[in-house]
């Protein structure tokens, strides 16, 4: 097999291979004068195995045009299969119609990947389950729960109970209570407009319990920080967070600097080296190993699924 690395998160696709103890396929991305993007392989793929780490990222429209640009490129070449590696799905949470006269973004960029050329995908933690039913191609959907449950055990919190920021996150939470061997309680959270989000209550009992958030993602941290305060009120003794993507865009960061979060510990889907240096309580862990592994997997024809154990 060959892996080959876009531009959206260069560092983890060099843990991928060095995991792998293989080099990274030489190719070159470029742009022209007026922005459009120039790509070409710099060694031959005929036949092989192919491999092309790139996840949304924060400039998610460049990094899909560069991944769709390099299947298009990698199947005129001969590859014998594609497999995207994607870290982090764009446009994840356009997932279906919640008023008239609106795309189904993740159904559209599934359409694209596969036209593009792509044979199978690599994910973690789709925000909706269901978005691998917008394939006809293999997907797996890895979980970054084993990472960041081994984690929060190793902080060794008294009395933990698992949150989910919405009813919507519920299913995330009970796994990673579960993993944890702590208890579940639930955000009441009403959206009045997108990127708007409002507390109502908590449901559970958080009165004197080492609480962590657990979420597939966080933007802007408007609910994750709500929710902390939320939890504070009720008598929550200590507050942590933990998330699989950190989008982080925007005041995010100042966000979750100045809230009752005591430790935001993230994966490295999207790369997060100056939020991490800016704000000290964001800890970041690496998802390489179960990449890598999920590869090797893969490109050997055995099972994918026993990494969810």
Known sequence: MKIFSGSSNPGLARE???????DLGKCVLQRFSDGEIRFYIDENVRGE???????GSRDANLHLMELFLMIDAFKRASAERITVVM???????QDWKDRPRVPVSARLVADLLEKAGADRILTMDLHSPQIQGFFSIPVDNLMAAPVLAAHIQRLKLSDPVVVSP????????????KRVGAML??????????????????????K????????????TAGTLVLSAEALKREGARRIFAAATHP???????????????????V?????????SKVCPKIEVLSVAELFGEAIRRISEGSSVSSLFV
Do not use: W
């Open 16 to 22: 991928i291979v060095r995991y792998l103890k293989l």
């Open 49 to 55: 195995d192919v491999f092309v780490i790139q996840a």
């Open 87 to 93: 870290p982090y799905y764009a446009y994840a949470r």
């Open 166 to 177: 919405d009813a919507g996150g519920v299913g995330r939470a009970r796994v990673m209570a």
């Open 185 to 206: 309680a639930i955000i009441d959270k009403r959206r009045p407009a997108p990127g708007v989000a409002e507390v109502l209550h908590v449901i559970g009992e958080v």
């Open 208 to 219: 004197g319990y080492d609480c962590v958030l657990f979420d597939d993602m966080v933007d």
């Open 247 to 265: 989008v982080l865009s925007g005041p995010a960061v100042s966000r979750i600097t100045g809230s009752p979060i005591e430790k935001m510990i």
């Open 267 to 275: 994966t490295n889907t999207i790369p997060l080296a100056e939020a």
